[in-house]
Nanobody, 123 residues
Framework: VQLQASGGGLVQVGGSLRLSCADS????????MGWFRQAPGKERDFVAA????????LYADSVKDRFTISRDRAKNTLYLQMNGLTPEDTAVYFC?????????????????WGQGTLVTVSS
């Protein structure tokens, strides 16, 4: 698996988790990266994205001010710090590498996807 997402789990409302996405190929070091999530029976939705150099962060309105995307290019790893979790955040979270050097809100701009990690927020 080229993009390996990890860090998901079960957390209570208001809790925090940090997701990681390791790129074993190092192919994405000059690409934008993003996180998407898919709840049961729903579309895969944009969560956050970041440019190749760690700048240009984008967030979905639903997670802005609660989630923070970052990356460590030396470690070829993408992160998503999630705070103030709610049951509406329950989903499988996917990391992806963009076609360009910049992050994007559009799924069609991503060319490589990780396998997903499940986040469950219990009330």
């Amino acid at each position: 698996v080229q993009l390996q997402a990890s860090g998901g789990g079960l957390v209570q409302v208001g809790g925090s988790l940090r997701l990681s996405c390791a790129d074993s190929t190092r192919l994405s070091s000059n690409n934008g990266m993003g996180w998407f999530r898919q709840a049961p029976g729903k579309e895969r939705d944009f969560v956050a994205a970041i440019g190749w150099n760690g700048g240009g962060a984008l967030y979905a309105d639903s997670v802005k001010d609660r989630f923070t995307i970052s990356r460590d290019r030396a470690k070829n790893t993408l992160y998503l710090q999630m705070n103030g979790l709610t049951p509406e955040d329950t989903a499988v979270y996917f990391c992806a590498a963009a076609r360009s050097a910049y992050g994007s809100r559009s799924r069609s701009d991503y060319i490589r996807w990780g396998q997903g990690t499940l986040v469950t927020v219990s009330s």
